[in-house]
């Protein structure tokens, strides 16, 4: 295209209007808290709100629980909860709990209930990441850790840990590994199947369990159908063998 229309095109063309930025007003932060617990009106609640509260004060003072109750009823539970030492940050009416990763908030809250008789008010969740690990050369994701902190209504606060008494018991295991080896290179005859000296015995050897009384009659008649039936295999099979070599 030519040079002198393009300028007649952009001399026809009408400028744009001038606009005057202005600066909108910035809203200042609230320096009152939205929910003050000391000047708040229950007539200011729902009704479903309030029926939720008085629930839960009638609930906890006639001792019974603050929540609807599993209806699944389990006899032995298999999931491993461990409790752990709480954080810098948590107070005395906090614990925190590891548990599997299939496990919720409500499993857990009727879990301490039936159990413990320990009433867990809120609940909440974090799953720590996996981290990388390395083994035999290979490296590999460890697996990922859940873990629940509630809160509770009386505090606990986490016993103080007893280094003296660690140390000691610390010092009489490293002597009781150093004397059972050799309390057990020792033995000959009957000893070797009395209880050792060191780790109180515990390590072994154990005695033997007592074996169930048959007697002589009824174990010759059992030996007698065992082999009965065997043979009885045997000659199936051979049966079998004679039928395909005959249908050839």
């Given at each position: 295209m030519p040079r002198q229309s393009v300028r007649k095109i952009l001399q026809g063309l009408v400028p744009p209007k001038a606009v005057s930025m202005t600066t909108k007003e910035v809203k200042q932060p609230p320096t009152k808290r939205i929910y003050d617990a000391e000047n708040c009106d229950p007539q200011n609640y729902s009704k479903y709100s309030q029926?939720?509260?008085?629930?839960?004060?009638?609930?906890?003072?006639?001792?019974?629980?603050?929540?609807?109750?599993?209806?699944k009823e389990v006899y032995f539970p298999w999931a491993p909860i461990t409790l752990l030492k709480p954080s810098a940050r948590m107070t005395p009416y906090q614990a925190q709990f590891q548990v599997p990763r299939t496990f919720n908030k409500l499993d857990l809250r009727d879990y301490l209930w039936h159990?413990?008789?320990?009433r867990a008010i809120n609940i909440t969740t974090q799953i720590k990441w996996s981290k990388w690990a390395r083994s035999s050369g290979t490296r590999?994701?460890?697996?990922?850790?859940?873990k629940m902190i509630i809160d509770m209504e009386q505090p606990f606060v986490w016993p103080v840990e007893d280094k003296a008494a660690l140390r000691s018991h610390n010092v009489d295991y490293l002597n009781?590994?150093?004397e059972y080896p050799?309390?057990?290179?020792?033995?000959?005859?009957?000893?070797?199947?009395?209880?050792?000296?060191?780790?109180?015995g515990i390590m072994g050897p154990y005695p033997e369990p007592p074996q169930q009384f048959i007697s002589k009659k009824l174990k010759?008649?059992?030996t007698n159908s065992v082999k009965k039936a065997k043979a009885l295999q045997e000659h199936q099979k051979k049966l079998e063998l004679i039928k395909q070599y005959v249908s050839f």
């Open positions: 029926k939720l509260l008085q629930t839960f004060k009638t609930a906890i003072s006639s001792g019974e629980p603050h929540f609807k109750v599993g209806g159990l413990y008789g320990l590999f994701r460890t697996p990922q850790k859940k009781a590994s150093s050799t309390e057990m290179r020792e033995r000959f005859g009957s000893d070797l199947k009395k209880p050792a000296k060191a780790f109180e010759q008649q059992m």
